[in-house]
């Protein structure tokens, strides 16, 4: 296990069409993350599972945004009609969470979003 | 609302001086605190979490419930050490962390 992957690093689209990252966690880790980036910012969360359950998604979140985690593995996070605000880096992470609270987060490298 | 405030973009020190990035946050309950580093090109990485009183590379943080604090500190600063550092607040319940703008520590030679 490798750590968090995400793909891909870079991802440049024209606005209005719509884009999917991938996350791949930590095989033992049961939570996962979605945050995006924006230059001079600090994570700013979007959503996350436990497991292949969405619980909870940011009200900052439009609905051209959607997150899966099927059989509760690998993620992916669709931006549909894309917009220039869209433009960020979109950050992957899981974590273990347990009856003593959350371990700490392990990050992905991101997704680089840039909408032209 | 839940707030994490870290009241200085940027931070420079010389190498050798002690260091100490502030952290205040606003949180109901009583959160778990944690400073997240990340390195020139590299990814976000934890650094230490408020629960287990550890130190690591030198850096310890003390949660100040009383000023609603967790400043990150370190006694002699080395230059490996520029990085951008981000405090993180999250409910004991729920695993959503909610971090502050980040500070930019430079240690300069």
């Known amino acids: 296990d490798t750590g968090v992957s995400q793909n891909p690093r870079h991802k440049i689209t024209k606005r209005g069409q719509n884009v999917t990252f991938r996350c791949d966690p930590i095989?033992?880790?049961?939570?996962l993350y979605w945050y995006r980036q924006t230059l001079g910012q600090g994570p700013e969360f979007l959503t996350y599972?436990?497991?292949?359950?969405?619980?909870?998604k940011s009200r900052l979140l439009s609905d051209r945004f959607s997150a899966e985690r099927p059989k509760g593995s690998f993620s992916t996070l669709e931006i549909q009609r894309t917009e220039q605000g869209d433009s960020a880096m979109y950050l992957c992470?899981?974590?273990?969470?347990?009856?003593?609270?959350?371990?700490?987060?392990?990050f992905g490298s991101g997704t680089r979003l840039t909408v032209v | 609302a839940q707030r994490v405030t870290q009241p200085e973009k940027l931070l420079s020190v010389f190498k050798g001086a002690p260091v100490e990035l502030k952290c205040n946050y606003s949180?109901?309950?009583?959160?778990?605190l944690f400073w997240y580093v990340q390195y020139s090109r590299q990814r976000l990485q934890l650094l230490l979490r408020?629960?287990s009183r550890e130190s690591i590379k030198g850096f310890t943080a003390d949660l100040n419930k009383g000023e609603t604090s967790f400043h990150l500190k370190k006694p002699f600063a080395q230059e490996e050490d520029s990085a951008m550092y981000y405090c993180?607040?999250?409910?004991?319940?729920?695993?959503?962390?909610?971090f502050g703008q980040g500070t930019i520590l430079t240690v300069h030679p």
């Open positions: 408020h629960i």
């Open positions: 949180y109901s309950g009583s959160p778990e």
């Open positions: 599972f436990q497991n292949e359950a969405q619980l909870e």
């Open positions: 095989s033992e880790h049961n939570r």
């Open positions: 993180a607040a999250g409910g004991t319940s729920y695993g959503k962390l909610t």
């Open positions: 992470a899981s974590s273990l969470h347990g009856t003593g609270g959350s371990y700490g987060y392990t």
